[in-house]
């Protein structure tokens, strides 16, 4: 027989439907009608399964039946998928700087000059020899016949011009009997170039500047000697030395870098003009010309 309910085949005379549990009609009861037709069997439906990770109804509340639809990614997970591609950027972008810290930068810092400038020639009745050479370590002074060598204890800058400190001078006979007295300590050496220099671009002022302190003389304790070359792009400049030995208001006179600096009134100044280019130039003043050569190098 057939359940009403459900329309479950079931054994004749079974009293309750194997598939709902429904109270099946008795036979003899039952009153069938004219031409009857038996209901549609169905094939009960397994219960579906949701996926792993699927929200589970709580306890008694009617369950939909799972429908079957195209997978969606997450809303989280399509985020994550850009994941590679920022990181590919993050990349790339520290790739240019890379670039740039390694090839642009020291372009445009190059650091302190490195290299020669020697101005040498006799005249008449005087040797004009002055000369800078370093490496950025350490550096050779020429300067009249005398030779200084020393390292580069740091640099500064100071507007258009380089200070270079120079430490652990080997002063040999320069500066005379005076300056190689015993009592004579704080013995100084700065070099001064022009920022930027370079053979071909060596243009602006070159300085050597030394003092010291005489421990022994009150009435001359302080000492200041500078050796100056300016170069202009016009093809002027000037040679000039100076030297002083007193208070330090006397001593400023020699001294390149301060207000009262006077050569002419402590030492010499010669005007000079100048022919030439990348870094090899004829030198005249006084009447005598002179090789001035600069060089670029470590």
Avoid at 20 to 46: F, H, R
Avoid at 78 to 101: D, E, F, Q, R, T
Avoid at 183 to 197: E, F, N, Q
Wanted: charged fraction near 20%; proline fraction near 8%; include cysteine.
């Amino acid at each position: 027989m057939f359940c009403r309910k459900c329309g479950t085949k079931n054994a004749d005379g079974a009293k309750f439907c194997i598939n709902c549990g429904a109270e099946l009609a008795s036979p003899q009861t039952t009153a069938q009608p004219a031409g009857p037709v038996p209901p549609q069997a169905t094939v009960p439906q397994a219960t579906p399964v949701a996926p792993a990770g699927a929200p589970v109804p709580p306890q008694g509340a009617p369950q939909q039946p799972f429908q079957q639809t195209a997978y969606q990614q997450p809303a989280a997970s399509a985020k994550k998928s850009k994941a590679p591609l920022v990181i590919g950027g993050v990349v790339a972008v520290l790739a240019v700087l890379a670039v740039v810290g390694f090839v642009v930068m020291p372009m445009l810092n190059r650091g302190p000059w490195t290299g020669t400038m020697m101005l040498d020639g006799v005249s008449a009745n005087y040797d004009h020899e002055f000369g800078i050479k370093t490496d950025g370590k350490t550096v050779t002074v020429y300067d009249q016949d005398d030779v200084v060598t020393g390292t580069i204890a740091g640099t500064r800058e100071e507007g258009d011009q380089v200070f270079y400190d120079v430490k652990d001078v080997s002063w040999g006979s320069w500066g005379g009997s005076s300056f190689s007295a015993s009592s004579v300590t704080d013995k100084v050496m700065t070099i001064i170039v022009p920022k930027g220099a370079s053979a071909a671009k060596p243009f602006g002022r070159w300085s050597v500047v030394v003092s010291a302190t005489d421990t022994g003389d009150d009435e001359y304790p302080l000492y200041v000697r500078s050796t100056t070359l300016e170069l202009d792009e016009d093809g002027t400049g000037y040679y000039e030395f100076a030297s002083e030995w007193g208070k330090e208001s006397d001593v400023a006179v020699a001294d390149p870098t301060n207000s009262a600096y006077d050569p002419a009134g402590s030492g010499w100044k010669h005007p000079l003009t100048s022919s030439g280019s990348n870094g090899s130039y004829d030198v005249e003043f006084n009447d005598d010309t002179y090789d001035l050569t600069f060089t670029d190098g470590k």
